[in-house]
């Protein structure tokens, strides 16, 4: 297939950084909560079925990419469905679904941001920064964003190591009892669906090439996947020991309330400032790695030469597209019951219908023949 | 064209970052700092709020010395109170009295009265965990009497910030175990839990001086030091706050005290007690002497809990207690190993005492599980649902708990042995 | 009666018939390039507003044509069409150069060539000089004492040659060369060459363009009678400074030798102390008017060709009027002029040089500029000195992670401290805030203001302290300390903890060893402290991140700027944490030169060996 966009590339430790970075994204807003609700003690087996759903996702997605190396998801699709559902399908499902993800994020990092700290601030004004961040970086270009990842990785990490660490004196074991929480059917089943849908098996199909190629892929998808589902396992961990799970499920942003909770004698209080460094970096990360998805995609199904042009538009798009949820309850219910059920889609059902259609002409070609 | 373009966007930027007020940021002289809040239930309405205001100048001025002059004239906090609905509304009406914005953000006590706690903080308590200048790390507190009061009678003589105070608590609970460390968290947690009821220290001023002494073994009295709660310890000075004892919490209501020796062996069951000076009876000796021993808890202490087939829950308790001996009054030499057993002996029957009496206690008077041994029985079940149709905390009164205690002594001080003190044969 | 003259020719009004003072007039081609440009949409560079000359009431000049502003040239591909787009854009930029040349006819030298007549050499001498009223240059007529004689004329600049070797050329000449001339006058330049002249670099050339910049740059040129060529003997030999120690660069440990600001001086510094045949020293000329010669150095068995062939191809390519200094050469060759990092590295020790050449990178060195540019250049290369590599390998390395701190706290320092005290109150212990905040009661300007004031009156204090003259350079100190500093806080003017808290930023800034990073970081800090006042650590956060994902997008000839951490390249030995030097066993990665080892993994032969290795 023709290579239309010109991409950098990056080696394999930076993809798995960068994938890993935008999969702990969402630790940092209110998604804790909401698998705590359906969790209970048992909280941190949730993601377990999730992880397990997003490693058989990228196996699809690899043996999906194999078919044709040298191209990613947007020309296998055209590839197979045709020039004009294939160019419908990509557009619809890939760049939109991109595109929603996105703008549903800078709102939801807007919020969290006001309510930590810019308590008065109008929200368009955060918005339009973590926009003028995402753009920055998805003008720079991929490699700059793995770059950035690389370099920053080592402070998120950090974060977490001091969070965990902190707050062993408040770790109380019990608060993990009754085992398996709500129930079993519950914590799993409902886990599974809610921790498995995740944006990055879609956009690491759009950068492939980026990446190094379909051989790669795979491995880079599953480690990935595992550096962001083990930072979601070990962080509901830590919440439902230091704050028992009844509390846990009240707060609005658990994490921010856990960097609350760091106490060493008189001198160290409240110190979620420094976490907010953190939290800006994953999340102006991920918002750059989306809209950059979302353009090269856009600008690979309508076969254009370079994707910049379409940056500014999309970001626009996703700054409005933000603002339009009416109040903070309304993005999250958006987040909770739509996204992450339509999110399934292109990351799951999308390769499972290509093999589908794969074994159909495979099976006609081995009837014809 | 482009020049004039450029100079428009880089105003409409500047105009923009500066003229919305900057999002809320405020200089630290515009805000007056919280230190501590006190809650006093209100005539005609809900509550009085009184709350305690850093004065910085007076409190810079001590500590630094770039304005000079050795006292500035003022106390180095301000009292304000207001009778209102609620906190926050509380907060918000004091605002019209300071000249500057209230802000919790530094508040380090909590404080609320005996009757404020009779009648149920859970509304109180989820109001402030969604307020945003909580924090989760401060201390809370009940106190005797009005907290209106302790607030303005409260003036440590050695502290420049009364801040400094609260936080010098938790590390003397530590010491003595005569009052226990409870932040907003763990009290919030407690209440919402079905495992565990909540408790809190008790605080009081003093202002009686001598008179208020109980009447020591020797007058009919009890042995220990731990006689009294809080307001009640016989103390004169300058230092009127007194820290001593535990209020036992129900749900969210307050429905008893304990005093410092039954804090003692109540931190002992949970496990949390460090240190203290523990005196017993002589069992050698037929008069009332006394021995002092510096006790602390080797380990945690082993639970092992039965359910049996009708329902009730049986609880073992192990306690592991080190003690070193510090005072023998009647001269016996238990140093050596003959005599070290039999004090071993006496002090695990006394402790084993109390802490029967303290549970039955809680089971009878109180009817609530203080001591968290919900958290043992939680292992047997595998998931919420029968846990919560369990209901341990309405069956925790029929519960059948026995507490075996096993001292040592493991070292006697600085002598090693006692001889008689009238010179030597 | 001449009193009364006098006292009317007070009160009376005289015409003011004296000139008016010294105009300054447009020349016919100024006027001329004045009409085209103002035509054209290429002007003068970006953000010039006022207007070039002063204004006197003239009618005639030509109204200047709208100032637009010049696109900066952007090349699309930075590898790619680099070269058409420089030859466009300066064609176009610098027209005014040409339009004057061309009305000179400047061309037209670089076609002259010698001629046979002596006469006639001698006109155009006289004339291409502007002699005789240019009194620097000599014409000195001798007869060589061949025999027959021929006659002949010296020309040189005086002031740039060397007295007593033109003392024994012209001796040569006229005493000692008593030989047959030989008969074709065509090879008498030649024969004089080869025979005659005792210099130690001798040429013919036959352009004048060329004898003109030989003889420019301190040359001797002899003309002599029915030859076509002029020899032209190197007589150099001007005043300049000696070998000074280090203005900039000081260390404790380690050679004390810096680059001076002639050329040959400076590369025979660097091959003092790399004796190595395969040390290559290329000389390009660069710009129009004065002709500066540049030096590039490089291993020829280590660098990579292709690097060195981008650092001749952007030297060679530049067209301009006049470089002084490596630092304008710096802003000529360098790739991204608009980011605030710089991404050449520019150095005055030559040990340093040497080092750099010896890893594999090429060094440039400008005639007339004691500073040699290396490229390319990372930015942790910025952060280390020579000393740490001289010192044990601990001392290194606590000090170079002093540095690092010292390069945040520097530019990072002034914005947390103000995003903490108008935001965040919480973060910090309840006696400190008191502190501060009893403090500041006094004072009477927003935070914002005082870091402002107390930032600005640092720099002012900066800025004065290097055009202080010498003998007043202490007052400084005392000025500043006392009265910016103590007067300050007792007028209530600014709050103690702020001064400690410029103080150390000051501090941490010249701790960085590059003087061109730390005035990056100064100038990061501005924007830090307003970021931390409008947005608290949310602008902290959001600098940092962009700050960061521009910086890693950096390149720096092909190299980026941050590896090897940027792309993770194979660890260096060397980069931040010093390893003892027996494990510096390969070159940097990402230069990827010829040869990649320089030490085998043992490097220490009397580890193995009782004898030290040595052959017994």
């Known amino acids: 297939m023709v290579k239309i966009i010109k991409e950098g590339t990056f080696g394999p430790g930076e993809a798995i950084i960068l994938l890993g970075i935008s999969n702990i994204a969402r630790i940092f807003l209110s998604y804790p909560r909401s698998l705590v609700e359906i969790g209970g003690s048992a909280a941190w087996m949730t993601p377990l079925g999730g992880l397990a759903a997003a490693l058989a996702g990228i196996y699809l997605m690899s043996l999906v990419l194999k078919k044709s190396p040298g191209s990613t998801i947007i020309e296998i699709t055209e590839m197979v469905f045709g020039p004009f559902i294939g160019m419908a399908v990509n557009i619809l499902i890939i760049a939109h679904i991109l595109e929603m993800g996105g703008a549903l994020f800078i709102r939801e990092f807007s919020e969290a941001m006001l309510i930590t700290t810019l308590r008065f601030a109008p929200i368009s004004v955060i918005d339009a920064v973590f926009l003028a961040m995402g753009l920055l970086g998805a003008y720079l270009g991929i490699e700059a964003l793995a770059r950035t990842a690389r370099l920053i990785y080592p402070y998120i990490l950090g974060g977490l190591i001091i969070l965990i660490f902190t707050l062993i004196p408040f770790w109380n074991f019990h608060n993990l009892l009754p085992v398996f929480g709500k129930g079993p059917k519950e914590v799993f089943l409902l886990g599974t669906y809610s921790t498995a849908g995740i944006a990055e098996i879609i956009i690491a199909g759009v950068i492939v090439q980026a990446m190094g190629g379909a051989e790669i892929f795979a491995r880079i998808g599953y480690r990935s996947m595992l550096i962001g589902f083990a930072f979601l396992i070990i962080t509901l961990a830590v919440l439902v020991l230091t704050y028992n799970w009844p509390i846990s499920e009240e707060f609005t942003l658990p994490f921010l309330r856990l960097a609350r909770t760091i106490y060493l004698g008189r001198f160290i209080q409240r110190l979620e400032a420094i976490f907010i460094l953190v939290w800006v970096f994953v999340g102006a990360l991920k918002i750059a790695l989306l809209l950059y998805g979302a353009a090269v995609s856009l600008a690979r199904s309508l076969k254009l030469p370079d994707y910049r042009p379409l940056i500014w538009p999309l970001g626009l798009a996703m700054f409005i597209l933000g603002l339009l949820p009416l109040d903070m309850l309304a993005a999250i219910k958006l987040d909770i019951v739509y996204l992450r059920s339509f999110v399934l889609i292109p990351n799951y059902l999308l390769p499972l219908l290509i093999l589908a259609v794969f074994w159909f002409k495979g099976r006609r070609e081995r009837a014809g023949s | 064209m482009r020049a004039a373009k450029l100079f428009i966007f880089f105003l409409v930027v500047f105009t923009f970052v500066f003229l919305t007020g900057c999002f809320g940021s405020r200089e630290t002289d515009e805000n007056a700092f919280v230190l501590a809040m006190g809650f006093d239930k209100g005539e005609k309405d809900n509550m009085v709020v009184t709350v305690s205001i850093a004065n910085p100048k007076v409190i810079a001025g001590m500590a630094g010395g770039a304005g000079g002059g050795a006292k500035e004239g003022g106390k180095n906090v301000i009292v304000q109170s207001v009778e209102t609905y609620g906190p926050i509304t509380g907060i918000e009406q004091l605002s019209t009295a300071t000249s500057r914005h209230l802000s919790l953000l530094h508040t380090k006590a909590y404080i609320f009265s005996e009757e404020m706690a009779k009648e149920g903080l859970a509304f109180w308590f989820s109001t402030f965990s969604r307020h945003y200048e909580l924090r989760a790390t401060s201390y809370v507190f009940v106190c005797r009497g009005k907290a209106k009061d302790f607030l303005e009678k409260n003036q440590p003589p050695l502290e420049i910030s009364p801040t400094k105070q609260y936080e010098l608590i938790g590390s003397l609970s530590e010491a003595h175990g005569l009052y226990q460390n409870v932040m907003f968290k763990d009290f919030y947690q407690d209440i919402k839990s079905w495992t565990t009821q909540a408790s809190m220290p008790l605080v009081a001023i003093h202002e009686g001086g001598l008179e208020t002494a109980k009447p020591g073994v020797k007058k009919g009295g009890e042995l220990t030091l731990g006689k009294y709660i809080a307001g009640e310890v016989p103390i004169t000075g300058e230092n009127k706050a007194q820290f001593d004892g535990t209020a036992v919490f129900r749900e969210d209501k307050m429905v008893g005290t304990l005093n410092g020796e039954e804090t003692r062996y109540y931190l002992m069951l949970r496990g949390q007690f460090e240190n203290g000076y523990l005196i017993m009876l002589d069992p050698l000796v037929a008069e009332l002497q006394g021995v002092g021993l510096i006790v602390h808890q080797a380990r945690s202490p082993k639970y092992v809990t039965r359910i049996n087939e009708d329902g009730s829950v049986t609880i073992d308790v192990d306690l592991y207690l080190e003690a070193d001996l510090a005072a023998v009054l009647s001269g016996i030499n238990y140093e050596s190993p003959d005599n070290k057993p039999i004090i071993e002996e006496a002090f695990s029957e006394k402790i084993k005492e109390g802490c029967q009496k303290l549970i039955k206690r809680t089971q009878e008077e109180f009817k609530s599980d203080i001591f968290g041994f919900g958290q043992q029985v939680k292992g047997h079940f595998w998931t919420m649902q029968p846990w919560r149709e369990f209901d341990w905390l309405n069956r925790y009164p029929e519960a059948q708990v026995n507490v075996t205690v096993h001292t040592r002594i493991r070292r006697t001080g600085l002598q090693l042995k006692t001889s008689p003190a009238h010179g030597g044969e | ?616």
């Open chain 3, 1 to 616: 009666m001449s009193i009364l003259k006098k006292m009317l020719s007070i009160i009376t009004y005289q015409e003011n018939t004296s000139r008016e003072g010294f105009v300054l007039e447009e020349t016919a081609d100024d006027r001329q390039t004045g009409q085209k440009a103002g035509t054209s949409p290429e002007r003068k560079a970006a953000g010039e507003y006022g207007e070039p000359e002063a204004v006197h009431g003239r009618e005639e000049r030509a109204p200047a044509g709208r100032r637009s502003f010049k696109k900066p040239v952007r090349p699309l591909n930075k590898a790619g069409d680099k070269s058409q787009k420089i030859k466009n854009s300066s064609t176009e930029g610098r027209q005014a150069d040409q339009v004057s040349s061309q009305a000179k006819g400047e061309p037209l030298i670089n076609e002259l060539s010698v001629s046979s007549s002596l006469a006639k050499n001698r006109e155009t001498i006289e004339e291409l000089y502007g002699l005789p009223d240019n009194k620097d240059i000599i014409v000195r007529d001798i007869v060589i004492g061949t025999n027959p004689e021929i006659d002949g004329f010296l020309v040189y600049v005086d002031g740039l040659v060397d007295k007593s070797v033109q003392d024994l050329l012209i001796q040569a000449l006229i005493i000692f060369a008593a030989r047959p001339a030989p008969q074709d006058k065509g090879k008498l330049a030649l024969y004089v060459k080869e025979r005659l002249l005792p210099g130690n670099q001798v040429s013919t050339q036959s352009r004048f363009r060329d004898i003109l910049d030989a003889v420019n740059y301190g040359d001797t040129a002899l003309f002599l009678e029915g030859c076509a060529e002029a020899v032209l003997v190197e007589t150099k030999g001007w005043e300049h400074r000696a070998v000074e120690k280090p203005v900039i660069e000081q260390i404790l440990r380690g050679p004390q030798e810096a680059f001076g600001e002639t050329l040959r001086t400076n590369t025979a510094l660097v091959r003092k102390i790399i004796k190595n045949e395969n040390l290559t020293t290329e000389l390009l000329k660069v710009g129009a008017r004065n002709r500066v010669n540049v030096a590039v150095m490089y291993l020829r068995d280590v660098a990579n060709p292709s690097l060195v062939a981008e650092v001749k191809r952007r030297i060679e390519s530049i067209k301009t009027d006049f470089i002084v200094d490596a630092g304008m050469l710096e802003e000529f060759i360098q790739d991204s002029p608009y980011n605030l990092n710089p991404t050449i590295l520019a150095t005055e020790r030559p040990d340093r040089a040497a080092a750099s050449i010896v890893e594999g990178r090429v060094a440039i060195i400008a005639d007339g500029s004691p500073f040699a540019l290396i490229v390319p250049a990372t930015m942790y290369e910025m952060l280390q000195t020579s000393e740490d590599v001289y010192s044990r390998w601990q001392l290194g390395t606590f000090i170079r992670y002093l540095r690092i701190l010292a390069l945040y706290i520097s530019f990072l320092a002034p914005g947390v401290y103000l995003s903490v005290v108008l935001f965040h109150h919480e973060m910090i212990p309840t006696e400190l805030l008191l502190a501060i905040a009893g403090n500041r009661e006094r004072v009477p300007f927003p935070s914002v203001i005082e870091v402002l004031l107390m930032e600005i009156s640092f720099e002012l204090i900066r800025e004065a302290g290097l055009r202080i003259p010498g003998i007043m350079g202490t007052t400084i100190g005392i000025i500043g300390a006392l009265i910016l500093g103590q007067a300050s806080v007792q007028a209530n003017i600014v709050s103690p903890i702020l001064v400690i808290l410029v103080a150390i930023t000051g501090l941490s800034s010249f701790v960085i060893p590059y003087f061109s990073l730390a005035f990056t970081l100064r100038i990061y800090r501005f924007i830090y402290i307003i970021l931390g006042t409008t947005m608290g650590f949310f602008g902290i956060a959001l600098g940092l991140f962009s700050q960061i994902i521009l910086t890693a997008n950096l390149k720096s000839f092909g190299v980026p700027y941050l590896a090897p951490t940027g792309p993770r390249t194979v660890g260096g030995a060397d980069v931040v944490t010093r390893l003892p030097v027996f494990f510096h066993e390969k070159r940097p990665d990402y230069l990827n030169p010829r040869e990649i080892i320089r030490q085998p993994d043992i490097s220490r032969g009397w580890l193995k060996q009782k004898d030290g290795g040595k052959d017994n």
